[in-house]
């Protein structure tokens, strides 16, 4: 009769065989053989629980291993102790699982020696007490052994130790490469995986199809790529839990591929293609190709993590899962002592000599540390813990830009239960568990939360890789990556940008488009991509995913890293910095770096000084104006005209600008004085215009006076003065002289004549004497004391028949941005940047976030403007009809695109040309984003 005991210990041998290593169920096996552990060797081998383990997975924690190689070291010396054949044969293959990793002492060497080297002449125990201490492949007699025809317990480790060896052989020879392997970092992880197959396993787990990933319904019969599969058995997991139609597992190191091939083969699982290649190299091969991609523990022993996940990323289709893996370096913090004690090459005799160092460690000795986790019990786990060849950790900001370089979405942690409840009781306020901020705090709280990994889902957004809108010159649009990867299409979105990034607001989308699509693969290649550098120098870079690559590299170079490789994009990385008004995060380490590099200005390199110029305006640092005389060339004089020249001529301009009326105390004074902080916009070049002959119909007189109140930084007076043609007189007038002089050195550059500029007050121009033909005034009124005021004064400067364009907030279009407005503090330089990293780090679907989608982010001036101006109104259609009417004004139309315009007629095809106010009341409050930028509209005055 069977007792209870032993019917447990049967049950627990028989889900071993079933269900394989799984980490619940090797926990429960430990804890029943520690707690009822067989006395003597005969026991042992009659244990069906302890012979099970032993052939399943390398023995863990250490009072197991001990146990077993005191058991090891008995065997050897008596193998052929009656009844002790299954225990034999089982430790023969737990010894090829660890791979020989347990330590011996002289005795047992020499004793494994003399067994060496009768090869042939062995009897079978002691062909397995021999293969407890070598694997059997490697001897001179294998071949022979293999010819014994043993049966019984020998015959599955001969099986195991011979026959598995030269099958995995002739399919690592066989095995179809798919990339090149490139040097250097990539050839050297192949390296140490060829040695080392990691992880060897016996069983792979069946796995029922999920019927949801995350909170997503599973995809049907999806696309699957394993990149980095490694010995397989996560590729089959993986292919069986997806219920696979095809799944591609590719892997740098041949040996651990035949490995995987043959367990495949073994578990009887189909539908799995294993490639030998880089994982760096796919996106060539398979471009958005895969449903699911998994990418785990293999990101973090690339040359460049971000590069990996790019590659990754590239691969998947849009809409696609993303799972991957990484280490965390709060996490592995406590193994950097047994890490630096294992500073030397690798040898077999180095991992057991290191793990013995560290078992003999004193209890509660952080040196310890490696021996919690089951890597450390094989050689391959604990070179792959302590010595590889190649190795990342990673931190949350780490996460943070992965995610926002690919687009990706983060969906959620691959955490225990247990962890997934703590951090709910934690952090209530997010049940989904998606709050990066809150995880980051809960792991400095729970530093070991993510021992493993960070393990985690992403998905990739569904959007489309064309610009809306956009088509290059032949009028062909551009579809899907390989697409934009053309040099029609790079010479498209290179026209496109000229045309209207460097020209109006910042906008440059297919050009962003196209560098996401095309992303330098190397330091070199971001040197000579003259897209990227036309780039930096146009506009202020967009959105966060360019923005994060961009101040990893400006970082590297100040800390002197790559600066040779990097130099050519060294002027276009500080004019872009200038031009964003230097509102990228910087840490105390870039703050300290950066004073040292001002304090010697005047003796920097041309390198240190576009280092410099990428962190600071040139023109702040006292003694930059030296650099001038140093009589350098290219682009580093580039960067001198555009931030020391340019600022001085605008010095020597501004107090020449006429002062056309007093500014009022109160508001006008405050709003002048944010101006005079931060003109705005900063833009570089201007587009030719030609001249139309009317607005939205009515006729434009030749040689019109034309008033453009509001002028900044005069981008939109200098298109003024183009469209109302060459004997147009136009005067732009401005709180800011600051504002004036950047738009006065501006126009002289582009050659245009007709604008005259000058500081004035808005509300005190009735005092001028003059009236217009046409005035516009966009992004000015709503920051008046009070806008009806400002109307009521433009009106009466307008002629008679005359037309004036006014812009103005909308209520219901800012919406969104009012939750980061409350975040906003007074304005420095500082609580700017403050303020943009909280916005950031902030959780995703948080209202706060909604300000990262404006291009007004990206700048310093511009998202003082969106969220910390001195004085601000929002209005609503209503307002509007106030203030037309209220000044006898006739409304003409609002300034939309054709596809707004279109909705609207079919929304309301009565009124063609779109004049009902009361419609277009009802229109944008069913629409709500249809004024994100303004109210822009044209009136007219009667007669």
Known sequence: MTSGRDAERETLAADLRRLGAVEDLVVRVIERLGATWPPTPEAMAADVLLIEALKSFPVFPEWFERRMTAARRRMLFAPETPGCGPLLAALAIQCLLNEHAWMQDAGESA?????????????????????CYRPLADLPAADALLAKGWSGPVAEVIAEHVSAVREERVLAAAMPAVTPIREGVSSAVQGQYEVHPYPRWRRAPRMTPARRIVDRPAPVRPQ???????????????????????????????????????????????????????????????????????????????????????????????????????????????????????????????????????????EGDVLRTPAISRDFYATSGARDLLMHVQEHQMGFADLRRMLDENGLKFLSFIVPDETVAAYRAAFPHDPQCRDLSAWEQFESQNPRTFARMYMFWAEKPAATTTAPGFRPADGTALGGVEDWKSPAAREAVRTDLRRGARATAPRGQPAIVHLRANWPASDAALAGDDLLAEVLRAVPVFPYWLEGRLTAIRRRLLLGNHVEALRPLLPALAIQC?????????????????????ARVADLTPDDAMILACYRPLADVPGAEALLARGWSGGVADVLREQLVAVLQEGEVREGIPALTPIGEGVSAAVRGQ???????????????????SILGWPIPDGAEVLFAGCGTGHHAIHAGQRYGPNARVLAIDLSRASL???????????????????????????????????????????????????????????????????????IARAPWGAAKALARTYTPETIRELRQAIVKAPEGDPVRE??????????????????????????????????????????????????????????????KGLDLANWDAFERSRPATFRGMYQFWVRKPG
Not at 118 to 123: E, N, P
Not at 752 to 760: G, M, S
Not at 875 to 897: I, K, P
């Open 675 to 693: 101006y005079e902080a931060n003109p705005y916009p900063r833009w570089q070049d201007v587009t030719p215009l030609p001249p139309i002959g």
């Open 224 to 362: 699957v790529l394993v990149a980095g599969c490694g010995t397989g058995r996560q590729a089959i997991q993986a292919h069986e839990w997806l219920a696979a139609e095809r799944t591609v597992a590719v892997d740098l190191s041949r040996r651990s591929l035949a490995y995987a091939a043959r367990k495949t083969r073994e578990e009887g699982v189909t539908g799995i293609e294993y490639l030998h290649g880089d994982i760096l190299e796919l996106p060539r091969r398979y471009p958005e190709t895969f449903d699911v991609v998994t990418c785990v523990g293999v990101l973090h022993h690339m040359s460049d993590p971000f590069e990996g996940a790019r590659a990754v990323t590239r691969t998947l289709k849009p809409g696609g899962l993303l799972n991957l893996g990484l280490y965390s370096s709060t996490a592995r913090s406590t193994l950097r002592p047994a890490q630096a004690l294992a500073a030397r090459d690798y040898t077999p005799a180095t991992v057991r000599e290191l793990r013995q160092a560290i078992f003999a460690a004193p």
């Open 851 to 912: 300000a990262i989608n404006t291009t007004d982010f990206y700048a310093t001036s511009s998202l003082r403007d969106l969220l910390m101006h001195v004085n601000e109104h929002e209005l609503d259609v209503a307002d509007l009809q106030r203030l037309v009417s209220g000044n006898g004004l006739e409304f003409m139309g609002f300034t939309l695109g054709p596809a707004v315009l279109a909705a609207y007629r079919a929304a309301y095809p009565h009124d063609p």
């Open 111 to 131: 004793r494994v020696e003399a067994l060496a080297a009768r090869g042939a002449d062995l009897s079978p125990e002691e062909a397995m007490a021999l293969a």
């Open 578 to 598: 200038f031009l964003n008004e230097y509102c990228w995060a910087e840490d105390a380490i870039e703050r300290h770096l950066v004073a040292r590099l001002a």
């Open 741 to 811: 002089a950047y738009a006065l050195r501006k126009t002289r550059e582009a050659g245009i004549a007709n604008i005259e500029y000058a500081q004035a007050d808005l509300l005190a121009l009735g005092a001028l004497g003059r009236t217009f033909d046409a005035i516009e005034s966009s992004g000015v009124l709503h920051h008046l004391a009070d806008p009806s005021e400002g109307v009521r004064v433009l009106a009466g400067l307008l002629r008679p028949g005359g037309i004036m364009k006014l812009g103005l907030y909308s209520r």
